[in-house]
């Protein structure tokens, strides 16, 4: 399996640093409101990386964190006259409810700021105890400048970085480039440290995190790419000063998905959230896959809708598939390794293994669908069907696309006969007295 390495920026074979295990740490959400459909991205995209781990036979330890501290949440707490408790955990609530709108896992360690505070604090005292970090007037900072790498993830260099722009302008800084360890201020819910009342800067809560519940490095680091500079830049940094390694031995970052090739900007009101997408969320997943990872995507109602109208094609496949092999109440379970469907599924994998090349992926799937809609037409092709759709099971497994299809029962059987002869003999009025009850079953849409 190669995977490309934002660190290195090249293209690497993956070796795990604990054999059969893969360790990954995801940059979560900063719980202040609902999320878009641009940060719904990384939640698919990673899920698929975990799945296809676990695929191979490996142990996927997946965290992904919630930062509940931050400006954001005290300013919606005072908005909304509440507290940033009961803000976080609201947004934190709405943000599983749409991981699982999009056919993602919830199940992972999802660690929150306010529950590592000591942790934090301890990694920023370290920092300051070897020189790499300094305080001012209870404001803790980090000196850049002492780190010879600095820039190594993102390629961008200290001089050729501008003051006011992305970086703020602060006069107590040794260094404008300096960045926020810690913040001194009385303003919302804060923590007792060393240094007075506050609480973390944002670039020290994941690192200080990931040392303490992985303990050392780990596998793969993800986010996006927006995320690249400066966040991660400055995770690595910290743990320069203090560690022998880069905290991930690979690094992984997705592309942004914009709207009318802009990037999403609630200011602007350029924006959609995951909540209010009003179509099947299995087509959104399917669309946010067709493009290779690394490459942005560009959001359009139309292009949606069409991935949304590929996934019923796909499902519509698969679904009767089924109904074929229960309407002939197939009851042998052999799967056979069919030529066809044999080189199918070594393409779909080998995609997966180069970079997690999902849109080639996806094109085996629909080289799957092609295949069982033949067989479908075929009268003597029951054995082949079921071993395609074991295969769609595989692929569906791996992509978390979810078919959510009801198998027939004895009655339904009868039922759908009973309409097939109603429609051949062109008894209409009948037919569609028994389509009703099979839409109902769940048989017909």
């Known amino acids: ?147 010879a790498e600095y820039g190594i993830l993102s390629g961008r260099k200290l001089d050729e970085l501008n003051i006011g722009s992305r970086i703020e302008v602060n006069q107590k800084k040794e260094n404008p480039f300096d960045f926020t360890l810690w913040k001194k201020t009385e303003v919302g819910v804060n923590y007792p440290s060393p240094w007075g009342e506050g609480r973390p800067g944002w670039h020290t809560e994941c690192v200080a995190m990931i040392q303490d519940i992985f303990d050392g490095p780990i596998d793969i680091h993800g986010g996006g790419a927006d995320l690249m500079f400066p966040h991660h830049e400055n995770e690595i940094a910290q743990n320069r000063a203090l560690h022998p390694h880069y905290i991930a031995n690979y690094w992984m970052h997705n592309g942004h998905l914009n709207i ?43 292009v949606l809708e069409s991935y949304v109208q590929e996934w019923d094609k796909i499902k519509r496949a698969y679904t009767q598939a089924f109904y074929k092999l229960d309407l002939a109440e197939y009851l042998d379970e052999t799967i056979h390794d069919y030529e066809e469907l044999k080189l199918i599924k070594q393409r779909f994998i080998a995609a997966m293994d180069q970079d997690f090349n999902t849109p080639n992926a996806i094109t085996e799937l629909q080289n799957l669908v092609k295949y069982t809609n033949q067989k479908i037409r075929q009268k003597d092709a029951l054995s082949p069907l079921l071993s395609a759709v074991h295969l769609f099971d595989t692929f569906f497994e791996i992509l978390g696309l979810t078919a959510n299809i009801k198998r027939m029962s004895k009655e339904t059987r009868s039922i759908y006969m009973e309409w097939a002869d109603a429609r051949k003999n062109k008894d209409f009025e009948k037919a569609d007295r028994l389509r009703e009850r099979l839409t109902e079953r769940g048989v017909l849409s």
């Open 1 to 147: 399996m190669k995977l490309f390495n934002t660190l290195t920026n090249q293209l690497e074979t993956f070796k795990p640093i604990y054999k059969n295990t893969v360790n990954m740490y995801v940059c979560g959400p900063t719980v202040y409101n609902f999320i878009q459909i641009g940060n719904a991205r990384p939640v698919i995209f990673f899920d698929v990386v975990r799945r296809y781990f676990e695929y191979q036979g490996y142990t996927v330890n997946f965290v992904s964190n919630f930062t509940d501290v931050d400006d954001k949440i005290i300013t919606k707490a005072l908005e909304d006259e509440t507290t940033e408790i009961e803000i976080a955990n609201k947004f934190i609530a709405a943000f599983y409810q749409d991981v699982e709108r999009v056919g993602s896992s919830t199940k992972y360690l999802a660690p929150r700021v306010t529950e590592y505070m000591s942790s934090i604090i301890s990694y920023i005292e370290q920092l300051i105890e070897k020189g790499y970090a300094y305080t001012i007037d209870g404001d803790v900072y980090f000196r850049v400048g002492k780190i």
């Open 260 to 302: 009318d090739n802009k990037k999403m900007s609630k200011s602007e009101g350029r924006y959609i959230l995951v909540k209010d997408l009003d179509v099947d969320y299995m087509g959104f997943r399917l669309f946010t896959l067709s493009t290779h990872y690394r490459a942005p995507i560009n959001y359009t109602d139309e």
